[in-house]
């Protein structure tokens, strides 16, 4: 189907939105079946089958997000997903929800949240309620744009924006910003299979001298995912990483396995005696908590060793 047409003959553009009573039939099914989590296998393959983001029309949509409004595009990859299961993934919120919990039975203090790779602004919306202060960073102006029109519908005023990506010194680099449905698949790594040929150039900030030159709070909770400039954002961070001891999240690729270099120098990105677990979970069902193994896990929780017991008690197996 041409991506340009639009479901059930419907025009649609950024400033209409279709909202849940508007749905076609396709897609209320389609979003019927992301809710069955009992399927064992395949859930995915129909969900394609009924809609494939990958080819989909332009469906410009608004539903419910945890309380919240969340407007996306059914021909965009994550706001697929959240049409789809609820969320981009429901493992990584449902972690992140029961996180923040944690912080605060062991202290009264505010929770701040930074987003780092903010992308579409997903996990910046559904933090907003839970945590006390939420910096988003994303270097990317068409990704921003997203994340601030999130804002303003849903008149978050515990929300900042920073319009910079992080990484190991303050410079100018050449931004990839992905292709097809996957437009925040952008990487300051050039990959020429997945990304498009016409890089733009972004500014990238040292994130402990941007802390300091503004005043940024103690980080508290860090979700990282800058597809594999993860180390270069670590070590730009790791002032701030060693002095405020964050509970972090952050997404492990092969890209990011060559920049640190090997499991030690994946280790000492972070505080003494950090804990270390794999984050796994279908699509639509919450997080599971396994073993860490640095070679094979793709996405890793990370928490001071005051906070160990939170991860033992929920170790998978």
């Known amino acids: 189907m041409d991506k340009q047409r639009h479901w059930d003959s419907a025009s649609r553009d950024r400033t209409t939105f279709a909202l849940k009573c508007e749905f076609p039939l396709r897609l209320k099914l389609l979003r019927w079946l992301g809710r069955q989590t009992w399927l064992p296998r395949g859930q995915d393959l129909l969900l394609r089958m009924l809609c494939d983001p990958q080819t989909a029309p332009h469906f410009f ?80 102006p068409p990704l921003r744009s997203l994340i601030e029109e999130k804002i303003s519908l849903n008149a978050l005023n515990n929300v900042v924006v920073v319009p ?45 001298l941007l802390c300091e030159e503004r005043n940024f ?60 677990a794999e984050v796994t979970g279908r699509n639509g069902c919450e997080f599971k908590l396994r073993r860490f193994v640095y070679e094979a896990s793709f996405e890793a929780l990370i928490v001071p060793p005051e906070m160990a017991e939170f991860v033992e008690t929920r170790l998978d197996g």
């Open 61 to 140: 949509f608004e539903i419910d997000f945890f309380g919240q409004r969340y407007r996306g595009d059914l021909a965009h990859y994550i706001d697929w997903v959240v049409f789809c299961y609820g969320a981009a993934p429901y493992s990584e919120v449902s972690l992140l929800k029961e996180v923040v919990a944690e912080l605060r039975s062991r202290r009264c203090s505010p929770v701040n949240f930074f987003d780092v790779g903010a992308n579409v602004g997903h996990h910046t919306l559904f933090m907003a309620p839970l945590a006390d202060c939420v910096l988003a960073f994303e270097p990317f």
């Open 164 to 208: 910079f990506g992080l990484g190991e010194r303050d410079e100018t680099l050449e931004y990839f910003p992905g292709k097809g449905a996957n437009p925040g698949a952008g990487t300051f790594l050039p990959n020429g299979q997945i990304h498009v040929e016409d890089s733009v150039k972004l500014t990238v900030r040292n994130g402990d």
């Open 217 to 276: 709070p103690r980080i508290d909770l860090l979700k990282v995912d800058v597809e594999g400039f993860e180390p270069f954002v670590f070590r730009g961070l790791a002032n701030r990483i060693g002095r405020d001891r964050p509970v972090i999240l952050t997404e492990l690729t092969d890209a990011s396995r060559d920049g640190f270099g090997s499991e030690a120098g994946f280790r000492a990105s972070f505080y003494k005696s950090a804990r270390f």
